[in-house]
């Protein structure tokens, strides 16, 4: 099987959901991973790691705005032992409004949402270094500019001394530092035209430190459905993009870029104004085909493979089943998902 990866976004039980990386491990795909929006992410890869065998498991992503680097190192040695070094560990910075709505409970805290580039840095910075003193039986010490550390005495014992880490990032600034840093990046809603840009931008990163670019793994989250019936696929793709598009502003920000900025606002307003039928309706099939996989298996590893030619080194597949409508719990999801997986393991 070509290398393949599968990122989750939950819309079953917890248990269910375990049921669907056991599946992806024994048809050969080569990682999975979880948004953190869904569940506990660490509690939830441990779980899989115990259930598994071969599967690398990932999360899609922890933000570094809800976790501090301690229990960030702290949660991914956990993960990263009981899994024998199969752990992955995805950080992104979020954006602000989810940052707003989910996580400032308290205020002030977890952190204000300042300087996320750099936060991003210590925390990959600060994180590897927690995980290296553990192994080594060492103190450690770090002096950011947001983070200061002083013989801090992690009491982990860590599998290994290193664990890769990549971004979910859709800015150019971010592929610039995982050029420079970190271990690969993964963006989702990425139009093959966008490939080029990333992989230069992450050149740029690696050449500020003398770094091969080919070192960092440029991967992709790919919504993906899969039926034989076309139009049913290409129904819920539509649906996964008008969902982001209306749901944050972070994100019809991205799709300005790319030149959708007034079909994203016209969608915005119509969802707001409860017509969820009428904003999908903006998104045209060019606009899908764009930035998701539909249609027949047949097809959609044709488009998969495209994606691969342009230099996505490993595809993502972001399963939406064909009735997919929503990210709410849905009775359908596991079945559907599960056909999926087997539709294009190889």
């Known amino acids: 099987m070509d290398r393949l990866g599968v990122g989750l976004w939950g819309g079953m039980p917890i248990n269910d959901l375990v049921d669907v990386v056991k599946l992806a491990d024994r048809r050969g795909y080569e990682a999975a991973y979880i948004i953190e929006s869904f569940s506990d992410a660490f509690c939830f890869l441990a779980a899989c790691a115990r259930e598994t065998e071969q599967i690398l498991l990932g999360t899609g992503v922890a933000t570094v705005f809800t976790r501090n680097p301690t229990t960030i190192a702290i949660a991914a ?3 990263d032992s009981i899994s024998e070094g199969r752990f992955r560990l995805g950080l992104g910075v979020g954006h602000r409004e989810i940052h707003l709505m989910r996580d400032d409970v308290e205020k002030h805290r977890p952190s204000p949402f300042e300087r996320p580039l750099l936060r991003l840095r210590e925390t990959t910075e600060l994180t590897r270094a927690i995980i290296k003193g553990a192994y080594r039986g060492e103190l450690v010490r770090f002096d950011g500019e947001i983070f200061h550390v002083r013989d801090y005495e992690p009491w982990l014992g860590p599998y290994r001394d ?5 971004y979910g990032a859709l800015a150019e600034q971010t592929f610039e530092l995982a050029g420079e840093i970190a271990d690969g ?3 989702i809603f990425v139009p093959l035209d966008f490939v080029p840009v990333m992989k230069e931008a992450v050149a740029r990163g690696a050449a500020r430190v003398g770094r091969d670019p080919a070192e960092v793994e440029l991967a992709c989250y ?4 899969v039926s034989d019936d076309v139009e049913a696929a290409k ?3 539509k649906y996964d993009v008008a969902i982001h598009m209306s749901s944050y502003h972070y994100y019809r920000t991205y799709f300005d870029r790319r030149g959708k900025g007034d079909i994203a606002r016209q969608v915005a307003e119509r969802v707001e104004a409860g017509n969820m039928e009428g904003a999908v309706d ?21 488009k ?4 691969r030619a342009a230099g996505i080194t490993l595809p993502i597949i972001f399963p939406l089943y064909p009735g997919f409508r929503s990210y709410l719990p849905n009775p359908m999801a596991r079945d559907g998902i599960m056909h999926i997986l087997e539709s294009l393991a190889g």
Do not use: K, W
């Open 222 to 225: 790919l919504p993906t459905s």
């Open 304 to 307: 998969i493979d495209v994606y």
């Open 162 to 166: 290193n664990i890769e880490i990549f």
């Open 235 to 237: 129904l819920a793709a």
């Open 77 to 79: 040695a956990t993960v």
């Open 282 to 302: 903006l998104i045209d099939d060019e606009m899908a085909d764009a930035v998701t996989v539909y249609g027949t298996p047949e097809m959609c590893r044709e």
């Open 185 to 187: 990046v993964a963006p």
